[in-house]
């Protein structure tokens, strides 16, 4: 089959496209047919420097998300599964290739009315905003400021903070990504690269009582101060390379809370399944920016790492 391997850590260009044994259904295994292999910034930077929830001995194939149909199935698994549609996590390794080997407790089926594109989307950015979310406790009325609000998880807390009453702030680096955010309905939208950015956020809503920090470094201290007492701020990404640098006793001293939120793998398979239902109800509606051939994941990688990507990056497969 076709894959991309890893061979050592290192810049886009080390991903590189080769053959792979095709992999065989264990017991308790499926094998997935890929249409669709989903990327993430954690992806980037476990290709550059091993960093990451899953280390791995290299070489190896990269891809913790995939879309397609059971192929195969282990002998003691259900053979009625074969042919149906489902989005799953690979444990780490595997996605990007045409055929991936997953535990049969693993694949959520992709519900009716769902495009399989959308369901991936949906995979792992749907439960990250719903568990966000949920955390912030978002009310009708409260003004939430959304940083890398163009992103694959910032388009999502958009829609969910707007069903919930809030009144959304939606900040994004760059003239083509706050462009996109105003087609998409949003009103309050700024460009947190302009150095008047906190100054029209308070212009226009006179500051804010949740951050949903996305981009971490100077950013995510100037959101902030934006905050009043009483406010919540709770970081889901870095995408300005590094972590918010916020001390719960700063935050404490003004009367803010720090949320670090966090779910057991059951309760995260749970709210995954939710984020499928709300996309094929309509309710929740990932915005894919950019696909990529399989062959050309390293491209895919540099376009995620130059911040220019909206929304989510695939790897499609014919």
């Not at 080997?101 to 009716?112: G, M, Q, T, Y």
């Not at 594109?117 to 995979?123: K, P, Q, T, W």
């Not at 939430?144 to 900040?171: D, I, M, N, P, S």
């Amino acid at each position: 089959m076709r894959a991309v391997w890893l061979p050592r850590f290192g810049p886009p260009e080390v991903l590189v496209p080769g053959p792979a044994p095709d992999p065989r259904p264990g017991p308790g295994q499926v094998v997935i047919e890929v249409a669709h292999a989903n990327l993430t910034f954690v992806e980037t930077m476990f290709r550059a420097t091993g960093f990451g929830p899953f280390p791995r001995d290299l070489p190896v194939i990269p891809g913790n998300g995939v879309g397609g149909r059971i192929r195969e199935v282990g002998s003691d698994v259900d053979p009625a599964l074969v042919g149906l549609a489902v989005v799953s996590a690979t444990g780490g390794t595997g996605g990007y290739a045409e055929r991936v080997a997953v535990p049969a407790s693993a694949p959520l089926p992709v519900p009716d009315g769902l495009p399989l594109d959308a369901a991936v989307a949906l995979l792992a950015d749907g439960r990250t905003a719903l568990l966000l979310a949920r955390a912030a406790g978002l009310r009708p009325g409260e003004r939430v400021l959304v940083e890398a609000a163009a992103g694959g998880v910032g388009t999502l807390l958009t829609q969910l903070a707007t069903a919930a009453g809030a009144r959304v702030v939606a900040a994004a680096g760059g003239a083509h990504k706050t462009a996109l955010l105003r087609q998409r309905g949003l009103d309050v939208v700024i460009d947190y690269r302009e150095p008047d950015w906190a100054e029209r956020v308070r212009a226009a809503t006179g500051g804010v009582d949740v951050v949903l920090d996305g981009v971490g470094g100077p950013i995510a201290r100037t959101a902030f101060d934006l905050l009043g007492p009483g406010g919540r701020m709770l970081s889901f990404g870095m995408a300005g390379g590094s972590w918010a640098d916020l001390s719960p006793e700063s935050a404490a001293t003004r009367g803010i809370t720090l949320l670090r939120p966090s779910a057991p793998p059951d309760e995260l398979r749970a709210l995954t399944a939710r984020a499928l239902a709300e996309g094929a109800a309509g309710r929740l509606r990932p915005l894919i920016g950019q696909r990529f051939p399989l062959e050309q994941a390293a491209a895919a990688h540099a376009a995620i790492e130059s911040r220019a990507t909206t929304g989510k990056t695939l790897l499609d497969l014919p």
